[in-house]
């Protein structure tokens, strides 16, 4: 099923590889962190993936962590949410156990949905379905089911601001 897409996506993930630091942090998680906005836009232009973690499990669409000062809290959210409306390329759809953002375990009654924009694997309270928005860079016309990162990034309410 992924096949079709895997093309367009193996030069963002070759760099992405490549230029890991010992930690498994990408250059975009490193400019992130250190709230270096400019850097992190540049970035995600040249192919950079938000989904991706490093070896502790920690990316950009992450949680943020408890002892963060709510100064960079805010600019960290600034900045994600920037990188959220400048990506441009269909996500591969991730997959897991859990859902990705609360971590609940997928059940038969708890099952699997994607977020058309982040591609991160999720449950229904995570990814809730009244939460769509059409994604006209993907060329996907109707409305997709996101998560909530994803929709407050791309609804129109919070574009302007
Ligand atoms: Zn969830
Ligand atoms: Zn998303």
């Given at each position: 099923?992924?096949a079709?897409?895997?093309?367009?996506?193996?030069?963002?993930?070759?760099?992405?590889?490549l230029?890991?630091?010992?930690?498994?942090?990408?250059?975009l998680?490193?400019?992130?962190?250190?709230?270096?906005?400019?850097?992190?836009?540049e970035?995600?232009?040249?192919?950079?993936?938000?989904?991706t973690?490093?070896?502790?499990?920690?990316?950009?669409?992450?949680?943020?962590p408890?002892?963060l000062?709510?100064?960079?809290?805010?600019?960290?959210?600034?900045?994600r949410?920037?990188?959220?409306e400048?990506?441009?390329?269909?996500?591969?759809?991730l997959?897991?156990?859990?859902?990705?953002?609360?971590?609940?375990?997928?059940?038969?009654?708890?099952?699997?949905?994607?977020?058309?924009?982040?591609?991160?694997?999720?449950?229904?309270?995570?990814?809730?379905?009244?939460?769509?928005?059409?994604?006209?860079?993907?060329?996907?016309?109707?409305?997709?089911r996101l998560?909530?990162?994803?929709?407050?990034?791309?609804?129109?309410?919070?574009?302007?601001?």
């Amino acid at each position: 099923m992924l096949a079709p897409r895997s093309r367009r996506w193996s030069f963002g993930r070759l760099a992405e590889t490549l230029q890991r630091d010992k930690l498994g942090n990408t250059p975009l998680l490193l400019a992130y962190v250190s709230l270096n906005g400019v850097v992190a836009v540049e970035l995600i232009r040249r192919g950079g993936l938000l989904p991706t973690k490093n070896l502790a499990g920690v990316g950009v669409l992450d949680s943020f962590p408890p002892d963060l000062p709510p100064e960079a809290a805010e600019q960290r959210t600034a900045i994600r949410r920037k990188l959220l409306e400048l990506t441009d390329r269909e996500p591969e759809w991730l997959d897991g156990p859990h859902c990705q953002i609360c971590n609940t375990k997928f059940t038969l009654q708890i099952r699997k949905h994607h977020c058309r924009h982040c591609g991160r694997v999720a449950c229904s309270k995570c990814a809730p379905k009244d939460r769509k928005l059409p994604l006209p860079k993907f060329k996907l016309d109707k409305p997709e089911r996101l998560c909530e990162l994803c929709y407050d990034a791309l609804s129109p309410v919070n574009a302007a601001s």
